[in-house]
Nanobody
Framework: VQLMERGGGSVQAGGSLRLSCTAS????????MAWFRQAPGKKREGVAV???????SYADSVKGRFTISRDRAKNTVSLQMNNLKPEDSAVYYC????????????????WGQGTRVTVSS
């Protein structure tokens, strides 16, 4: 499975961006799909996940601001990011796998190349 992210860019604080991740194979629908991010000098952290049934989980830092969703017909998972803050600036990665713990990075099998999000104050 290959994953391709789109939608990164620059925005002012309080603005919105929508990231999308398209999988190369329809079997992606069996996987948990997650978004991770990595800011300069920091460890990569889990942002949100959606499982095959559509159940979602979020990092506390983005709850109420970010929404993850998936479109099976388009083999796509999206991350709607609202009320962005400068601390949301990072490279965002899409990942697919079967994690026992949703934000355990090592549990994900497939990764996209990342897309950069920059939020200015």
């Amino acid at each position: 499975v290959q994953l391709m992210e789109r939608g990164g860019g620059s925005v002012q604080a309080g603005g919105s961006l929508r990231l999308s991740c398209t999988a190369s194979r329809t079997t992606y629908s069996n996987y948990y799909m997650a978004w991770f991010r990595q800011a300069p000098g920091k460890k990569r952290e889990g942002v949100a996940v959606i499982d095959s049934d559509g159940t979602t989980s979020y990092a506390d830092s983005v709850k109420g601001r970010f929404t993850i969703s998936r479109d099976r017909a388009k083999n796509t998972v999206s991350l709607q990011m609202n009320n962005l803050k400068p601390e949301d600036s990072a490279v965002y990665y899409c990942a697919a796998g079967y994690p026992p713990v949703w934000n355990r990075e090592s549990s994900y099998i497939y990764w996209g190349q990342g897309t950069r999000v920059t939020v200015s104050s």
